[in-house]
């Protein structure tokens, strides 16, 4: 399974960005994708995931309420709104994807086994 995410770059306070990340293989619907961030000297952050099957979204505390996750199954291909950005959004934005992940395991980065390259977020005047 490889992944490919895309769509980050400059934005202002309060601004929107919307990632992507492209799942290369048939039936991603049948895999939990999550989003992690990462910004300079900073921990591997959870930022949101979509549960497999199902589609039911779950967000960090720090999201909450201006990021949206949603996926289009005919493109292989989940999404990641952000709204209303602010500059300690700034970070290297990942999406991790794994077929087997258990419920509890999910805002943990070491749970997911597939993950794509980063997209850079930058949110600055």
């Known amino acids: 399974v490889q992944l490919q995410a895309s769509g980050g770059g400059l934005v202002q306070p309060g601004g929107s960005l919307r990632l992507s990340c492209k799942v290369s293989?048939?039936?991603?619907?049948?895999?939990?994708v999550g989003w992690f961030r990462q910004a300079p000297g900073k921990e591997r952050e959870f930022v949101a995931a979509?549960?497999?099957?199902?589609?039911?979204?779950y967000y960090g505390d720090s999201v909450k309420g201006r990021f949206t996750m949603s996926r289009d199954n005919a493109k292989d291909t989940v999404y990641l709104l952000m709204n209303n950005l602010k500059p300690e959004d700034t970070a290297v934005y990942y999406c991790?994807?794994?077929?087997?992940?258990?419920?509890?395991?999910?805002?943990?980065?070491?749970?997911?086994?597939?993950w794509g390259r980063g997209t850079l977020v930058t949110v600055s005047s």
């Open positions: 991790a994807a794994d077929s087997r992940l258990i419920f509890s395991s999910m805002s943990s980065s070491e749970a997911y086994d597939y």
């Open positions: 293989r048939r039936s991603s619907g049948t895999y939990t």
């Open positions: 979509l549960w497999r099957n199902t589609g039911r979204t």
